[in-house]
């Protein structure tokens, strides 16, 4: 069985500040870890993936995220953060990425809220 | 990139009614289709996993007499609520998975308010 386990409900950062936001997982199998924002009242949106190429990962508004194998961890990072990153982050691990219909498995989610 | 879209946004539907919720995958092919229901400030559970051409496999706990899936086509996965009360309001959204790309695409999900 996989799981994820997202450390913080709720982070604030000041604007221009660095975001972290912490993700470790647990897999039997090699994983597969994605980061998801949501808006309110919107869907998901893909921040970045992790698909066994290159460790660190780079996604889009500025987000990137670091596969440690060592330590089981998929953290979420952006040098600078803005006001419109307050939103709600989504870690999830699926055991497959392609088109098979594996599906994914979410953690509980991370509110960040950027302060002026 | 990919494109899914989820129909209607908000809906509110009295007491006893069915609401039938749809999403299309746009400019993709997506054998499997994945719907979640969200409550406030909560994760997603999944409820189904819906093959194209085959039943949706549910997960455990969730009714499928009352959460009705059917996936006709490559495109297009449909979620009927039937008989909806009020505890089944909440936040409703799909996901596609491309057979052809990696990763999976969100629809922007369905507000559903049953009184």
């Known amino acids: 069985a996989q799981s994820v386990t997202q450390l913080g409900s709720h982070v604030s950062v000041s604007e221009g500040a660095l975001v972290l936001l912490r993700c470790n997982y647990s897999?039997?199998?090699?994983?597969?870890l994605f980061w998801y924002v949501q808006y309110p009242n919107q869907g998901l949106q893909l921040l970045l993936k992790?698909?066994?190429?290159?460790?660190l990962v780079k996604g889009i508004n500025g987000f990137e995220a670091e596969f440690k194998k060592s330590e089981t961890s998929f953290h979420l990072t952006k040098p600078s953060a803005h006001m419109s990153d307050a939103a709600e982050y989504f870690c999830a691990v699926s055991d497959r990425v392609t088109g098979g219909g594996n599906k994914l498995t979410f953690g509980t989610g991370t509110q960040l809220k950027v302060e002026l | 990139g990919a494109v899914v879209s989820q129909h209607p946004s908000r809906v509110i539907c009295k007491s006893g009614t069915s609401v039938k919720i749809e999403c299309r995958s746009l400019?993709?092919?997506?054998?499997?289709m994945f719907w979640y229901r969200q409550f406030p400030k909560q994760s997603l559970m999944l409820m189904a996993t819906?093959?194209?051409?085959?039943?949706?496999?549910?997960e455990q706990g969730v009714e499928k007499d009352k959460f009705l899936i059917n996936h006709a086509s490559l495109t297009l996965s449909t979620l009927t609520v039937a008989s909806a009360h009020p505890e089944d309001s909440s936040f409703y959204i799909c996901?596609?998975?491309?057979?052809?790309?990696?990763?999976?695409?969100f629809g922007s999900g369905t507000r559903l308010t049953v009184v």
């Open positions: 996901s596609a998975a491309d057979i052809h790309d990696t990763g999976y695409t």
């Open positions: 400019d993709f092919q997506a054998t499997t």
């Open positions: 897999s039997s199998v090699p994983p597969y």
């Open positions: 992790y698909t066994s190429a290159a460790t």
């Open positions: 819906s093959n194209e051409g085959s039943k949706a496999t549910y």
